[in-house]
């Protein structure tokens, strides 16, 4: 089959300098969670693997920030057309290991490869400034310069766009980048890792890492003096971690973490739109995303009607392998994010919510859990306050705006807020009110490769994408003269 063709050709080795086998020379399983059947094995980087690869970094880090930013432009807007020319193989390979639609892996290349030809864009308009000092006796020159080597942690649920918007910024500011990719799905990055080479990233620039222990590989980098950054997308609990260990070389960090989206429906919302932003907001990569709509607030006079729509839309996904014809919603990563959104769903139901459709695994094969909405969903269940990452759509109503607001940032979370209306004075003052980075006003989706993405509270720190991401990977460099 062609997927078989795909496996066969697929790189599994490590990336350092080339394909490169681990001192230790261990591997582990790639799973296929369709079927719940290994797929690749591939290798598994330690401690001096690590090392290694940060030392080809350093080795090349002064020549690549010297290379002329048209030369890294052209660089990254090269290995843009061959992620796009290879759409179709490297949609395949994100649907085999992590189990999106085939649809919806192949909306993640183009969105993921966007990051590359915005940030060869943005690679040559780096700019300073030289002004006068208000005294009058001296002069002020402010330059950019690239941080240095920096160490990428990727997330499995978006497999090459979670990899491309640091690679992206990181390559065009001048910087090396060592990507430590999810267990889960390493083979879509290394597959990134050879197309690059082949666009003419020089040896050593990039290196990829798959590694069953996360720490191993991790720990010696963040311990180590010539890292000077860490870019981590996933759980808020590992980037605490992470920012904690970063104390120790004083990194700079970016950090994208969870997300508890409040996806708000006015009673003044047009609901055809409101339903229709809904699935996105929450079925998009089957409500595997950090800014996937986790709570649905809903005015009490559309509520019903809200609902009713939203669950026939949601009852009528197909359930089934990703690379299916007919497929609607692919299967959960693994059994434990299965059970994990079980949990959530259980704990809800005995809270008192009620299940308006699904609220179950499929049987069968594979890490499939039923597209599901929860109606009435009390304000202490667990659902409300963790993140779901799956098909489950839980229902609150409220009365006022100032409720729905007070709702909404009910959390220590602060990354994605949608909310539904067509009064645009309610539009601005909502907007404002949300305690969230991003903000979708009469949207479902808001990721955006030219426009920053990032989260506050315990969501995260900085941006990524936008002409703010590329700050992301430079120091401001001040230089004094004298009049
Ligand atoms: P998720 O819950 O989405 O799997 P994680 O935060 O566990 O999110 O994982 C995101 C990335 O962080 C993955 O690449 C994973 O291997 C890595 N990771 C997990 N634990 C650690 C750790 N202790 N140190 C460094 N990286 C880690």
């Known amino acids: 089959s062609s997927i078989d063709r795909l496996l066969a050709t697929v790189p599994t080795r490590l990336w350092i300098e080339g394909p490169a086998d681990p001192v230790e020379g261990e591997t582990f399983s790639v799973v296929n969670p ?14 001096k693997d690590a090392l290694l690869a940060l030392d080809a970094a350093c080795r090349v880090q002064g020549e690549w920030a010297a290379t002329a930013p048209r030369q890294r432009s052209a660089i990254l807007r090269r290995a843009w057309e061959l992620v796009v020319e290879r759409t179709e193989d490297l949609a395949l390979l994100m649907t085999v290991e992590m189990g999106k639609t085939l649809a919806e892996s192949r909306g993640e290349v183009a969105y993921g490869a966007e990051f590359l030809r915005w940030f060869s864009e943005e690679a040559v308009r780096i700019s300073g400034r030289y002004t006068s000092a208000p005294s009058g006796t001296g002069r002020i020159l402010v330059t950019k310069e690239p941080v240095g080597p920096c160490l990428a942690i990727t997330p499995w649920n978006f497999p090459l766009a979670m990899g491309t918007r640091k690679i992206g910024p990181a390559l065009a500011a001048g910087c090396t980048v060592i990507v430590k990719p999810a267990e889960d799905t390493p083979l879509t990055m290394l597959a990134l890792a050879e197309i690059f080479a082949e666009a003419g990233l020089p040896d050593g620039v990039l290196s990829v890492l798959p590694a069953s222990d996360a720490a191993s590989v991790t720990g ?20 605490k971690l992470l920012i904690e260990q970063s104390a120790q070389q004083v990194l700079r960090t970016s950090m994208e973490l969870g997300g508890n989206a409040p996806f708000i429906v006015f009673d003044d919302a047009d609901l055809d739109d409101a ?12 409500g595997e995303a950090c800014t996937a709509a986790n709570r649905l607030l809903v005015h009490n006079a559309v509520r019903e009607e809200f609902t009713a729509r939203l669950t026939e839309r949601i009852a009528a996904l197909r359930v089934g392998p990703g690379y299916e014809d007919g497929s609607d919603l692919g299967p959960l990563i693994n059994e434990k994010q299965r059970g994990a959104v079980a949990a959530l769903v259980a704990d809800a139901v005995d809270a008192g919510a009620r299940v308006r459709t ?45 409720e729905a607001i007070a709702a909404a940032n009910d959390t220590e979370y602060g990354l994605a ?27 479902g989706v808001i990721s955006d490769p030219a426009a920053p993405f990032g989260g506050v509270k315990q969501s995260g720190l900085g941006s990524e994408g936008g002409t703010e991401g590329i700050d992301e990977y430079l120091n401001t460099k001040y230089v004094a003269f004298t009049a």
């Open 34 to 47: 369709a079927t719940g059947e290994v797929v690749a094995q591939v290798a598994d980087a330690g401690g």
């Open 220 to 239: 010696p980098l963040l311990a180590d003096p010539r890292l000077r950054k860490v870019t981590f997308t996933g759980s808020t609990r590992v980037g």
């Open 275 to 286: 339903v229709t932003g809904a699935m996105a907001a929450k079925m998009r990569n089957g």
């Open 358 to 402: 699904g609220g179950h695994a499929v049987d069968g094969p594979g890490f499939f859990y039923a597209p599901t909405v929860l109606d009435e969903v009390p304000a202490d269940a667990r659902i409300v306050r963790e993140e779901i990452f799956g098909p489950v759509a839980a229902i609150t109503g409220f009365d006022t705006e100032a």
């Open 417 to 443: 807020a949608y909310f539904y209306t067509r009064d645009l004075d309610r539009a601005m003052r909502v907007a404002a009110a949300l305690e969230s980075g991003m903000v979708g006003v009469n949207r």
